[in-house]
Structures are given as structure tokens and as C-alpha cells.
């Protein structure tokens, strides 16, 4: 009679471990690979020239650039991101060019080359009064 209440206890406390242990990889995965979209431009003055990227290592992964700009949302709200693009993977933005970035809270999930018609008017406002 007593195995009854153990093996219950037991399964219980199972049940509850999988529930905690489900819910923080669901908040993980969303904090690291579910994004929200913001708009930035590659600032006029900015260098493009390619450069050896290195691994944190320090082994060297290949020609590319690191870009570290500041990315408005649909409401004009700023946020810094950043983010490294390989020249054997994509073609790297060049200055003046306008990106459509989707960044979770941790990084950045991709990027693509955009127009200005594509940007909402708020986050336009706001690259528009960027400095070089």
C-alpha cells in the first residue's frame, strides 16, 4: 500500500522537472532565435573593405566584415546590433545601403539588403537623421 503514494510522489515530481525543464528551452529558444524586425543603413563613412575574420580562438574562418550599427524598429525605437558577414557566404553591404534585420534579444537572426520604400516611415525618420 505504501508504493502507491512513492510511485505518485515520484511521477509527480517527474512531471513537474519536464514542465520546468520545457519551459525554459521554449524561453530560450525565443530569447535567441525568434526576432523582431528593425531597419538600419550602412552608414556613407563606413569602410567595407574586406578583412580576415577570426574565430574566438583566434583561427582565422574566412575574408568578411564586422558591422555594428544602430537598427530602429517600426515605432522608431533604437537599438544597437551587430552582426559579421562572410564575403564567400554573401556580398557585403556597402555603404548607404539600407538593411531589414531581424534580431532576437540576443543576436542577430539574419539580414537582408532592403529599399527605403520597404521601411516604415517611423524607423525612416529616424535613419534619415543619422550621422555619417
Request: hydrophobic share 45%.
Amino acid at each position: 500500500m505504501k508504493r502507491k503514494p512513492v510511485f505518485l510522489t515520484i511521477a509527480v515530481i517527474a512531471i513537474v522537472l519536464v514542465a520546468i525543464v520545457a519551459l525554459w528551452g521554449k524561453q530560450y529558444y525565443e530569447d535567441r532565435y525568434v526576432g523582431a524586425d528593425y531597419y538600419a543603413m550602412v552608414p556613407p563613412s563606413f569602410d567595407a573593405t574586406p578583412e580576415m575574420m577570426y574565430s574566438m580562438s583566434g583561427g582565422e574562418v574566412g575574408l568578411g566584415k564586422e558591422y555594428v550599427l544602430t537598427a530602429y524598429d517600426e515605432h522608431g525605437e533604437a537599438r544597437e546590433v551587430e552582426f559579421n558577414v562572410y564575403v564567400d557566404r554573401s556580398s557585403l553591404p556597402q555603404p548607404g545601403a539600407f538593411l531589414h534585420i531581424s534580431a532576437s534579444k540576443q543576436l542577430v537572426v539574419r539580414w537582408r539588403l532592403t529599399d527605403a520604400d520597404s521601411i516604415p516611415e517611423a524607423a525612416l525618420a529616424q535613419l534619415s537623421t543619422q550621422p555619417n
